[in-house]
């Protein structure tokens, strides 16, 4: 069964470096996200994908985020400097392009900023 | 402020059924989702509703009422393997998701 990938699974780095989150969805979806879940609280949007734009985006995805889908497999979340409080498990999810597709999420990178 | 509401922690009998409640208020809603994550794992699909009604997969099943804003999940014939959080999310305008803070189910033998 096709699932969605993500690499690494665990990145731990200092506060203020840049770091790349990298996923591989789906391979027929089109709409791709990133939602993160810091320790103990609820999944939150990030930001959604679609036919190489940003569709939508949370108040937390600030200037200090980017994505991008560099080929046709890979989509990226880049953080440019991070902070402490960036700390939790980064997850990518994709689906189909109909309205109410299901959403089907990666295993997640836990990021640790120290 | 929250806006999708569901109970914090439930404890069952394997197996017995378990009901899990979840409250919503959006505008534009598309539809209700509800996965399954297990400690430090990604939320993984269990069923979604559109319009008013049931909808049964197997040992799970999950029903909406719009009109009041109102979901829930039954779990039957409850398995050890079935602790883990229970996340409620309805999709409005858009494609995002918005999560409830999840429902923590442990199965007691």
């Known amino acids: 069964e096709p699932e969605v990938t993500q690499t690494p699974s665990h990145q731990v780095t200092q506060m203020g470096q840049e770091v790349i989150l990298r996923c591989v969805p789906i391979?027929?979806?089109?709409?791709f996200y990133w939602y993160r879940q810091i320790l103990g609280q609820k999944v939150e949007f990030l930001v959604s994908?679609?036919?190489?734009?940003?569709?939508?985006k949370s108040e937390i995805f600030d200037d200090q985020f980017s994505v991008e889908r560099p080929d046709g497999s890979n989509f990226t979340l880049k953080i440019r400097s991070t902070k402490l409080e960036d700390s939790a498990m980064y997850f990518c999810?994709?689906?189909?392009?109909?309205?109410?597709?299901?959403?089907?999420f990666g295993p997640g990178t836990r990021l640790t900023v120290l | 402020g929250q806006n999708i509401d569901q109970p914090t922690e439930m404890t069952a009998t394997e197996g017995a059924i378990v009901q899990i409640n979840c409250t919503y208020q959006?505008?534009?809603?598309?539809?209700l989702f509800w996965y399954q994550q297990h400690a430090g794992e990604a939320p993984t699909f269990l069923s979604y509703?559109?319009?008013?009604g049931l909808e049964e997969k197997g040992r799970f099943s999950s029903f909406l009422s719009r009109s009041k804003g109102y979901s829930y999940l039954l779990l039957k014939e409850l398995q050890m393997k079935d602790s883990a959080s229970y996340l409620c999310a309805y999709q409005a305008a858009g494609n995002k998701l918005t999560f409830g803070g999840g429902t923590r189910v442990l199965v007691k033998p």
């Open positions: 959006t505008s534009g809603f598309n539809g």
């Open positions: 509703n559109v319009l008013d």
């Open positions: 994908f679609y036919n190489n734009e940003i569709s939508e």
């Open positions: 391979s027929n979806h089109l709409y």
């Open positions: 999810a994709s689906s189909e392009p109909r309205i109410t597709d299901t959403q089907y």
